[in-house]
């Protein structure tokens, strides 16, 4: 019903930048928050940056200054603008979408893209 597609990631040097891209498309409607979300092999799942609807943003101690999330309403696409990427910045980068499944939906669903790898090397 709904599809989170990620685009946007790849092999990156120290210092490089890479700008990370998740449509929604399908049933989903009333989208609240949209943010990113990141896992390294071996560690847990981390907050990387989170977007509301009114275009308040909060980020990860990490990555503040670095990284800008943005969004598009028009087009249920959430972004994420990644500068200076250091080697620690390695990991699958998740897209997070909080939406309902019809226009009077009474609860919210959160929605999770595929995940798209972000290496950061020399």
């Known amino acids: 019903q709904v599809q989170l597609v990620e685009s946007g990631g790849g092999l990156v040097q120290p210092g490089g930048s890479l700008r990370l891209s998740c449509a929604a498309s399908?049933?989903?409607?009333?989208?609240?928050?949209m943010g990113w979300y990141r896992q390294a092999p071996g560690k847990q799942r981390e907050l990387v940056a989170t977007?509301?609807?009114?275009?308040?943003?909060n980020y990860a101690d990490s990555v503040k200054g670095r990284f800008t999330c943005s969004r598009d309403n028009a087009k249920n696409t959430v972004y994420l603008q990644m500068n200076s990427l250091k080697p620690e910045d390695t990991a699958v980068y998740y897209c997070?979408?909080?939406?309902?499944?019809?226009?009077?939906?009474?609860?919210?669903?959160?929605?999770w893209g595929q995940g798209t790898q972000v290496t950061v090397s020399s």
């Open positions: 997070n979408v909080r939406g309902r499944n019809s226009p009077m939906g009474r609860y919210e669903f959160l929605y």
């Open positions: 399908g049933s989903i409607f009333n989208i609240n928050t």
């Open positions: 977007i509301t609807s009114g275009g308040t943003t």
